[in-house]
C-alpha cells in the first residue's frame, strides 16, 4: 500500500465581510419635493421682475385697455321717454317689432287688420297637425313637394305663401279638407291640374336635396301653426309670366318674388266661410293615375269665377231671393201652436210653455248691458 504526500495545510476562509452603501428608496415627499422645484423657481423669478418694478419711483397706473375706461358715453332717451312725445303705452310702438309677423290673428280679436293697414284683407288662422302618424307623414310629404316645385327659387316669404295658399284650400269647402288632397287635385288630368307640376311631368326630375330640406322646413312650420299673414286668404296664385283670365275679377292681395297672390270675392271669399279645422284622412302622397276620360268631364273648381257665381246664387237662393233683413224677420215670425193631448188642453195648453213668468231684463244696469261683447272700437 502506497501513501499519499501529506498536502500542506491551509487555514480555513473567513465569512465574507463588506460595507455597502444601500441607495435611498424614493418617498412620497421626495416626489412632490422635485415636482414643484420648476414652480419655485418660476416664483422667485417673477419676485425679482416685480419687485423692483413696485420699487421704481414711476406713478401706478392700475392695468386697463388703451383709453376705454376714459371714454365719456351719454345714451340718448328713446322717442317714448322724452317729455311730450309719450303717452300710456307708447313704448310699444317704439320697441315692437314689425307689427304682427306671421301671427295667428283673426278678426275676432276685435282689430281690424285693414284700416290699421297691416294687410289687405282677413288673415287665416293657424291649422296644426299635431298628430305624429301617418298623416302628419303624408301632410308634410304633399306639402314639401308643392313648395319645391311651385317656389324652390322663390325666398321665403314667397315659399310660406305658397304653403298658406295650399292651407287655405284645405280650409275652404270647396276644395279637398286635405294636404294632399289638394296638391294632387286633378292630377289624373292631362292638364287643367290644379297645380302644374303634378300633370306637367315635372315630378320626374329628381330633386335636390338642399331646396328639399328648405322646402320641408317651411311645410313642416306651416303644418305646426305658422300663418303667412302677408298672403290673408289667398287661394289663387300665378307667375307673372302669364294672365289668366281669372285675374281681373279676383282679390289681388299682394306680389311676393315671382307670383302674384289672389282670394275670391264675393261669399265665396268670405272670412266665415274658411273653416280652419284639421280633421285627418290623408290620401297617399301621390298624383293620381291618369284617367283619359277626366279631361272631358267639366270641373268647377277648375274655373274660379263660376265657384264664385255659384256661392253667390247659392246664398241667394237660400235666402228666397228675398234680402238678408226681410229672410231673417221671417225665419223669426211665430209658427202655429203645436196640438196638445186633452189632459195638457185642461192645465191651460200651450200657456204653461209660454215662459210668462220669467224674471225680466229690467233689473240688469245699464252699463252692464253689452257685458260679454267684443268692443270693436275701444273708447267708444
Keep these: 500500500m502506497k501513501l499519499l504526500p501529506a498536502l500542506p495545510y491551509e487555514p480555513r476562509p473567513r465569512d465574507f465581510a463588506a460595507r ?12 412632490r419635493a422635485r415636482r414643484h422645484r420648476g414652480r419655485r423657481f418660476l416664483l422667485v423669478l417673477l419676485a425679482a421682475v416685480a419687485v423692483p418694478a413696485l420699487a421704481s419711483p414711476s406713478p401706478w397706473r392700475a392695468l386697463g385697455i388703451g383709453d376705454a375706461g376714459d371714454a365719456q358715453f351719454t345714451a340718448d332717451p328713446m322717442p317714448f321717454e322724452q317729455p311730450g312725445n309719450s303717452f300710456p303705452g307708447s313704448a310699444y310702438y317704439y320697441i315692437a317689432p314689425s307689427p304682427l309677423p ?62 298658406q295658399v295650399v292651407l287655405n284650400r284645405v280650409a275652404h269647402p270647396a276644395f279637398p279638407n286635405t294636404v294632399c288632397g289638394v296638391v294632387y287635385q286633378g292630377s289624373e288630368r292631362s292638364t287643367g291640374c290644379q297645380f302644374s307640376f303634378t300633370c ?54 299682394t306680389a311676393i318674388g315671382a307670383h302674384r297672390f289672389y282670394g275670391m270675392m264675393g261669399r265665396a271669399g268670405d272670412a266665415g266661410t274658411f273653416r280652419f279645422a284639421y ?23 277648375l274655373d274660379p269665377l263660376a265657384l264664385q257665381r255659384a256661392y253667390d246664387s247659392g246664398f241667394k237662393s237660400a235666402q228666397g231671393g228675398a234680402p ?12 202655429p201652436a203645436p196640438r196638445y193631448s186633452a189632459e195638457v188642453q185642461k192645465r191651460g ?6 215662459g210668462e213668468a220669467l224674471p225680466g231684463n229690467h233689473g240688469v244696469r245699464p252699463e252692464y248691458q253689452n257685458s260679454g261683447q267684443w268692443i270693436a272700437q275701444p273708447g267708444h
Design 102 to 163: 306671421g301671427a295667428d290673428a283673426a278678426s275676432s280679436d276685435g282689430i281690424d287688420l285693414v284700416e290699421l293697414g297691416l294687410t289687405n284683407g282677413p288673415i287665416a288662422r293657424a291649422m296644426r297637425i299635431d298628430n305624429s302618424g301617418v298623416d302628419r307623414t303624408r301632410a308634410v310629404e304633399c306639402l314639401t313637394a308643392a313648395v319645391y316645385y311651385e317656389a324652390a327659387s322663390e325666398p321665403d316669404q314667397g315659399q310660406r305663401a305658397v304653403a
Design 200 to 253: 306637367d311631368g315635372s315630378l320626374a326630375r329628381v330633386p335636390a336635396r338642399f331646396f328639399w330640406e328648405r322646402a320641408r322646413n317651411v311645410a313642416e312650420q306651416a303644418l305646426s301653426g305658422y300663418v303667412e299673414s302677408s298672403v290673408g286668404l289667398a287661394t289663387h296664385y300665378h307667375t307673372n309670366a302669364v294672365h289668366p283670365y281669372w285675374a281681373p275679377s279676383l282679390h289681388f292681395i
Design 20 to 31: 455597502l452603501r444601500r441607495a435611498r428608496v424614493p418617498t412620497l415627499g421626495m416626489r
Design 324 to 335: 238678408a233683413g226681410a229672410a231673417d224677420a221671417q225665419s223669426s215670425a211665430p209658427g
Design 349 to 354: 195648453g200651450d200657456k204653461q210653455y209660454s
Design 279 to 301: 280633421a285627418g284622412g290623408e290620401p297617399l302622397a301621390a298624383p293620381h293615375p291618369h284617367d283619359a276620360r277626366a279631361d272631358k268631364l267639366p270641373d268647377p273648381v
